[in-house]
């Protein structure tokens, strides 16, 4: 090859990765600095995402993925990370606390009030906003509402597939029948850590759990290889998978398709196993953005999205529901229901294993897979496993103290 040849090919190389640059940086052109953004959303959400940003005219460049911790994690130990990170629960933010800068006078305090700004031990104010909000504690069914209470195992719609058994599906089941046995106070102890996993609490609620799926051994091990989402350009597990009942937060309605407006939903207290129970809390889970870079751009992209405008047009475009308690409740009888979950008096508590410390939340994961692999197995064991690996968490680490609360 010639030096003539590879001048050649150099300069092409050049032109065509520029004009990647510039494919996939919406909203300002490849001289300008643009602020980088790692978040949870691809494909129809990640699309209405960036609609939302090409309106603030701030360049940008946004990667989704569906592994945002392991992506975040690798970008942080090359010493590279996004100027914004937005990962599903803020669990995992905590641990980058040393290194977030704060938001503070990015967003009105007023509109983001329990239980979305949790508190935390050693940690600052304001570390981190929510940008989208999903409710958890209620079950989905089409037709006739629900006779029985509680629900028997062939009733229901159980999913625990998402690109390789995960174990979320289930762990929300043991955190709603914690959250509706209890109380939301017991719960929080639980979630942040200061009720051991073996405590009467979280074995009776994991035993129930293992009962309904002892039901029908055969059902919960297929329950292991469904994929939550439903058969694949389907119309969701509601629709297509043979079942009467799914205990799913709000974002299922978005695998429904053009079925949605035949799903409803009903608060999960009375339908959970060994119930009926008095609906207590509601579950809530959050995607949260977190601020690693200092520019006045990424500063800026952040109070545009925490605003009421913001979240406004994401939650238009998007279809999610927002935590911002100044943006109106979307229209549709369904969404006004949801959305009224957020404003009642009952408390609010984040997602547990949101919140856990990630090897703790991989722990609960693995547990929840083998209760579903052999239900009819004692409980205590795997809670014990779980224990060690909570007792085996540095110190060191800033820890959440309150993940509930009720709405402003």
């Known amino acids: 090859m010639t030096r003539r040849t590879r001048a050649l090919l150099l300069v092409l190389a050049l032109l065509l990765t520029a004009a990647g640059c510039g494919l996939s940086a919406p909203g300002g052109s490849d001289e300008e600095p643009k602020v980088t953004i790692l978040g949870p959303w691809t494909d129809d959400q990640e ?27 690798a970008e942080v130990q090359a010493g590279n990370p996004p100027d914004i990170a937005i990962l ?25 009030g329990s239980p979305w700004q949790p508190r935390a031990e050693d940690i600052p104010d304001k570390l981190w906003v929510p940008l989208k909000a999903d409710l958890k504690s209620i079950v989905w069914y089409r037709g006739a509402a629900p006779d029985r209470s509680p629900a028997p195992l062939d009733a ?8 390789g058994s995960s174990g979320w599906p289930g762990s929300d089941w ?16 639980w979630a942040t850590g200061e009720l051991n996993w073996t405590e009467g609490p979280v074995v009776r609620a994991w035993t129930a759990w293992a009962g309904l ?30 079942c009467a009942l799914e205990h799913q937060g709000s974002f299922a309605r978005a695998f429904y398709g053009d079925r949605k407006e035949r799903a409803e939903f009903m608060d999960s207290a009375s339908l959970l196993p060994g119930g009926p129970y008095k609906v207590q809390a509601h579950e809530v889970s959050a995607d949260f953005a977190a601020l690693f870079g200092r520019s006045g751009p990424a ?10 405008d913001g979240q406004e047009d994401w939650g238009r475009r998007g279809g999610v529901f927002s935590p911002n308690a100044a943006v109106p409740a979307k229209e549709g009888a369904v969404e006004k229901e ?8 009952l408390p609010l508590c984040l997602d547990a294993s949101d919140v856990m410390p990630a090897a703790v939340r991989d722990a609960f994961y693995e547990a929840v897979l083998l209760t579903v692999a052999h239900p009819e197995k004692p409980v205590r064991e795997l809670l014990k496993g779980i224990q060690k690996v909570q ?10 103290t309150g993940v509930c609360g009720r709405p402003q």
Not at 54 to 66: E, K, M, N, R
Not at 174 to 189: F, H, K, M, P, T
Not at 299 to 308: E, G, P, T, V
């Open 47 to 73: 699309r209405h995402f960036k609609e939302v940003l090409d309106g603030f005219g701030i360049p940008y460049t946004y990667q989704g993925t569906a592994a945002t911790r392991e992506v975040l994690l």
């Open 88 to 112: 599903p629960g803020v669990g995992e933010l905590v641990e980058y606390a040393g290194q977030l800068r704060s938001l503070s006078g990015l967003y009105e305090a007023k509109e983001y």
């Open 391 to 400: 007792d085996a968490q540095s110190s060191d680490i800033p820890r959440l």
């Open 213 to 242: 799926l002892a039901e029908d051994r055969k059902a919960a091990r297929t329950a292991l290889m469904n994929d939550h989402r439903g058969p694949v350009g389907g119309h969701g597990l509601l629709f297509g998978g043979g």
């Open 156 to 163: 229901w719609c159980i999913g625990m597939g998402d690109d």
């Open 299 to 308: 500063r800026d992209m952040i109070r545009r999205l925490a605003s009421r």
């Open 174 to 189: 043991i955190e709603d029948l914690i959250l509706q046995r209890e109380g939301s106070a017991v719960y929080e102890q």
């Open 338 to 345: 949801i959305s009224s979950r957020f404003t009642d008096r």
